[in-house]
């Protein structure tokens, strides 16, 4: 096969992770600033031009897209976002929650920007209303430390002896402070011991669950961070090998061998972002797009894992789960 067909052959994002596709005559160039890493992101990726197809427009055909990966370092989002600006795109995804939806909206004013999965973009100062955002930011919000509550609760469900919890944050995420808040209230109301484990880079991320086994922490929370998301084969492998049951805000993980997942879905949120940025490319502005609330959760439980870990899942969270993998 010839260099070109091979290169034809190839998805777009593969041949570009850092840089904007060839442009054609007649083709919109947007941007895509993500805080995750290229490689486990295919899924999301596809998510997000399935949207963009549901209104139209196809990656290489009325649209080509630049894409920019932090890799989880969130300190090198503002020169990515100032890189897409300086490319002229009509729109940006900033994808992998906070870290870049700030990141955008501090490079530019003017270009419509749509998030796809954050928690309270008005705390944030996003936007100045989820039903009237006011300016050039939109997207999908994803209510992550809302959720903190219900974690907890499955996790007192599944270890009922336990009674200390250890919660994993990233302090490199602005949003991590209040999620901390979230779960340390809901855990003083269940009567659980909540100790908060910080990490953010590899060798924080190594030592932080086993530090979890040091404090007799019985069970994890994995918030939902996109270090984390890029790193979490091995934040499930680390888990199994200090043997503490973990939950975690996305299905994805409980894909990889994670023992419990709860929250909202990530792809469907991806998905309804590319359907803004599509109606945004055909002419409705950012500033009246309301910030959409999700409206799928799932509950996924993997009973391979529960019996790698000795664990009985409880019928009670077995009724309720979404998918129970085997």
């Known amino acids: 096969m010839r260099r070109r067909a091979i290169l034809a ?14 442009q054609q005559p007649g083709t919109l160039a ?9 490689g486990e992101s295919g899924a999301l990726v596809a998510a997000f031009k399935t949207g963009l197809t549901e209104t139209g427009f196809v990656e290489g055909q009325q649209l080509s897209i630049a894409y920019r990966w932090a890799e989880g370092r969130y300190e090198k989002l503002p020169a990515l976002a100032a890189e897409l600006v ?10 992998g929650g906070a870290p ?19 928690t309270d973009a008005v705390r944030y100062g996003l936007v100045a209303s989820l039903s009237r955002p006011g300016g050039n930011v939109t997207g999908m919000s994803v209510f992550n430390n809302s959720l903190a509550p219900k ?3 499955l996790l007192r469900e599944l270890v009922p002896n336990n009674t200390v919890v250890a919660l994993l944050a990233n302090p490199n995420n ?33 030592t932080a669950i086993p530090k979890a086994v040091t404090l007799a922490a019985g069970a ?19 888990a199994a090998q200090s043997g503490v049951p973990a939950i975690y805000a996305w299905r994805e993980y409980v894909d990889v061998g994670g023992l419990i997942s709860y929250g909202t879905s990530i792809a469907d949120a991806y998905r309804h972002a590319g359907v803004y940025v599509g109606r945004i490319l055909k002419g409705e502005k950012a500033a009246n797009l309301p910030v959409l609330q999700p409206t799928k959760f799932e509950l996924v439980i993997s009973l391979t894992t529960s019996k790698k ?18």
Request: overall charge negative; proline content about 6%.
């Open 9 to 22: 052959s190839m998805p777009a994002a593969v041949l570009s992770p850092t840089g904007v596709n060839a």
């Open 174 to 206: 602005p949003i991590s402070e209040n999620d901390m808040k979230e779960a340390v209230a809901a855990a003083r109301s269940l009567g659980l011991q909540l100790h908060v484990l910080h990490a953010q880079n590899d060798s924080e991320l190594e």
């Open 100 to 118: 870049s939806a700030l990141a955008a909206k501090a490079a530019t004013s003017e270009i419509p920007i749509v998030f796809s999965a954050l």
């Open 86 to 95: 300086g490319l002229r795109v009509v729109a940006i995804l900033a994808a």
């Open 151 to 153: 974690r907890l609760e």
């Open 220 to 238: 994890l929370v994995v918030t939902g961070d996109p270090f984390f998301d890029s790193q979490r084969e091995k934040l499930v492998g680390l």
């Open 309 to 326: 870990l000795g664990l009985t899942i409880p019928p009670s969270i077995l009724a309720r789960a979404d998918e129970v993998i085997e």
């Open 30 to 38: 947007i941007g895509f600033l993500s805080s995750r890493a290229l």
